[in-house]
T-cell receptor
Framework: GQQVMQIPQYQHVQEGEDFTTYCNSSTTLSNIQWYKQRPGGHPVFLIQLVKSGEVKKQKRLTFQFGEAKKNSSLHITATQTTDVGTYFC??????????FGPGTSLSVIP | DVKVTQSSRYLVKRTGEKVFLECVQDMDHENMFWYRQDPGLGLRLIYF???????EKGDIPEGYSVSREKKERFSLILESASTNQTSMYLC?????????????FGPGTRLTVL
């Protein structure tokens, strides 16, 4: 069946280091969304990407959608302790289903 | 602000009990969803509803049913709870005619089945 995978599963970084999580789909996606879940919290929508090769920025966060619309990445520049949490991608498939990836859990060491 | 509320943050039930999880949203959203979240597996869709009295099975509907009698309320029912249904349950809602718009999540209910 259709799958959305994320790597890495866990990432520990020193505060100030950069961080990247990758989202890969087995099939072409119509769009991709990114969510952040703080420890003990619920997922909160960050952004949606729709176009092939699209790049969007939110302050220190950079989101990319691959040219083939089968992968995406989230890059955080100079991580801060407020960036701690689990980052999920969610892809919309050709069958109009939304499939969440398993998430990447980010820890930031002060 | 969109608000999605869930009836309980924590719930402890015994095997075989019937369990009701309630979700209410206050933004007149058409779509509502129930997910379960387990470590390493992310969010898995149980059921969703795109209109009152309408429901669609998600990826893991076995052992669950849902009810949507009013637009703002979406209930998840475990007819006979089992230990493998111990999990975090998240409700979400989204606007529009399609289920793939931005989803707003509730705080979650951590269910333990003993």
């Amino acid at each position: 069946g259709q799958q959305v995978m994320q790597i890495p599963q866990y990432q520990h970084v020193q505060e100030g280091e950069d961080f990247t999580t990758y989202c890969n789909s087995s099939t072409t996606l119509s769009n991709i969304q990114w969510y952040k879940q703080r420890p003990g919290g619920h997922p909160v929508f960050l952004i949606q990407l729709v176009k092939s090769g699209e790049v969007k920025k939110q302050k220190r966060l950079t989101f990319q959608f691959g040219e083939a619309k089968k992968n995406s990445s989230l890059h955080i520049t100079a991580t801060q302790t407020t960036d701690v949490g689990t980052y999920f991608c969610a892809g919309r498939t050709s069958y109009d289903k939304v499939i969440f990836g398993p998430g990447t859990s980010l820890s930031v060491i002060p | 602000d969109v608000k999605v509320t869930q009836s309980s943050r924590y719930l402890v039930k015994r095997t075989g009990e019937k369990v009701f999880l309630e979700c209410v949203q206050d933004m007149d959203h058409e779509n509502m969803f129930w997910y379960r979240q387990d470590p390493g597996l992310g969010l898995r869709l149980i059921y969703f509803s795109y209109d009152v009295k309408m429901k669609e099975k998600g990826d893991i509907p076995e052992g669950y049913s849902v009810s949507r009698e009013k637009k703002e309320r979406f209930s998840l029912i475990l007819e006979s709870a089992s230990t493998n249904q111990t999990s975090m349950y998240l409700c979400a809602s989204s606007f529009g005619q399609a289920p793939y718009n931005e989803q707003f999540f509730g705080p979650g209910t951590r269910l333990t089945v003993l």
